[in-house]
């Protein structure tokens, strides 16, 4: 009887099935090694990443988070129990990630016979970007909505410190986040089953604060009638988030930096040492480097708080996410108000082009006002506070409108005979044949969402 050479595994047809509908995959062995991964996981992260991740683990593509030792998605596998729509952050090189969405199955013995004897499990991945559902991921849960490469980066740091305990300093202007990204860091952190205890360090003078942080004994000072715990205590086996930590006295941050370098600390009026079972997370919208300069944060205590150091960037240098955070923003508020409301394209273009100087804070008030002003189940343009339907009159009398008025026709140029861009035609049509989707319409004209963004704003295209 003739011997027959073995078949060399195959996986290109199913790959290229997938592939079609814009899908990458990614096969894995019994141990959870990638033994294969489909070229068209390089468009998602990047040119070698599928060769790359060849015999390595798949937490190396994907983080601990999803497929670590002790997570349910990988013994869902070992069940034999498939799993959809999870979301996570697919890794694309050092200092870049990527929202996606994965399913995950195990292999039925006849697909594992037909292609590679090793196979065991099948993740299909596709970008996240698209989906309406993102905003049920893990992520989003805790507030963090990421969708610009700034924010990403940040969505990967979070995902690299699952098991740190190290002390972070968050800075970035007012309302940008600072406390949801905390919350982020002690979800995704070995300390996710402690209490998350914040205090507000501006809002108290400095004996105040003192008493709040250490906490005290009764009578340790004129009306301390009976024993105080300290926030020090209350975040025991959890994350103590020290907000607007540059505005501490100088008198208290000698005695925090004492707490952060032997890990005690004592009630004030006490004696009996205790000792810090808390990570520390602080924040400031100071600049901290000039905060040091001035003499107004120790430079000890400021090294100490940013072990990791973190900033979040102001909404007006990320507008991609403006639209992501918006959605995730107005489904929350419409929870509470009993009503599932959408943003009309022309709302959606207005706060786009708006700047944003409050941040985060000033867009989900803008839409707690739309949601309580209109009636209907989109929110439109007339909704919205009237500095962000017209931002260039904002806080102006009549008489400064008229004078802004004329300022602009005075600035207005003379008709041009140069030809119009030869991009505009083709983006304006690739946008009404996708109903205005930017996403779809960039993946038509083959460039990226951002590229598209950019040109439409130098266009003038949805812009008024």
Request: proline share 7%; hydrophobic share 40%.
């Amino acid at each position: 009887m003739e011997h027959q050479t073995p078949r060399a595994p195959d996986w290109s047809n199913l790959e290229a099935v997938f592939e079609s509908l814009g899908r990458a995959l990614v096969v894995l062995d019994e141990r959870f090694v990638i033994i294969r991964a489909s070229r068209s996981l390089e468009r998602m992260a990047g040119e070698g990443v599928a060769a790359g991740m060849i015999g390595q683990p798949v937490e190396s593509l994907f983080g601990p988070r999803l497929f670590g030792p002790e997570e349910t998605l990988r013994e869902s596998l070992r069940l034999g129990r498939r799993e959809e729509g999870r979301r996570g952050v697919l890794r694309c090189g050092r200092d870049s990630a990527r929202l996606v969405s994965v399913t995950t199955t195990p292999l039925a013995a006849g697909v594992v016979d037909a292609c590679d004897p090793r196979a065991r499990y099948l993740v299909v991945i596709r970008p996240a970007e698209d989906d309406d559902t993102i905003l049920q991921s893990a992520f989003v849960s805790h507030g963090l909505v990421a969708r610009s490469p700034q924010m990403l980066r940040i969505v990967h740091l979070v995902e690299s410190l699952h098991s740190s305990e190290a002390n972070v300093l968050i800075t970035g202007e007012s309302g940008t986040g600072k406390e949801v990204l905390a919350r982020a860091l002690h979800a995704h952190s070995p300390r996710s089953a402690g209490p998350f205890v914040a205090v507000s360090c501006a809002a108290l003078p400095a004996d105040l604060l003192e008493s709040e942080l250490f906490g005290h004994v009764r009578g340790a000072f004129t009306g301390a009638v009976r024993d105080r715990v300290g926030r020090l205590d209350l975040a025991k086996g959890g994350t103590l988030f020290l907000d607007e930590a540059g505005e501490i006295p100088l008198p208290v941050q000698v005695k925090l930096l004492r707490v952060l370098q032997e890990r005690v600390f004592e009630r004030v009026g006490e004696s009996t040492p205790r000792t810090l079972d808390a990570r520390i997370v602080a924040a400031t919208n100071r600049d901290p480097k000039e905060a040091v300069r001035t003499g107004q944060l120790r430079e000890d205590l400021y090294y100490r708080l940013r072990v990791v150091p973190i900033h979040i960037p102001p909404l007006r240098e990320r507008p991609e996410d403006v639209e992501l955070v918006a959605r995730y923003l107005l489904a929350r508020i419409g929870g509470r108000a009993g009503r599932a409301v959408q943003l009309s394209p022309d709302t959606l273009a207005a706060l786009e082009r708006y700047a944003w100087p409050g941040n985060v804070r000033e867009l989900e008030n803008a839409l707690e006002y739309a949601v309580a002003l209109g009636r209907g189940q989109t929110v439109q343009v007339e909704d919205l506070p009237p500095e962000i339907r017209s931002p260039d009159f904002r806080d102006r009398g009549a008489a400064g409108a008229r004078a802004e008025r004329a300022e602009s026709t005075r600035r207005v140029p003379p008709a041009s005979s140069e030809p119009p861009d030869p991009e505009e035609a083709p983006i304006r049509a690739a946008l009404e044949r996708n109903l205005w989707n930017r996403s779809k319409a960039a993946a038509e004209l083959g460039m990226s969402r951002t590229r598209l963004w950019r040109r439409m704003r130098e266009l003038r295209i949805g812009v008024r």
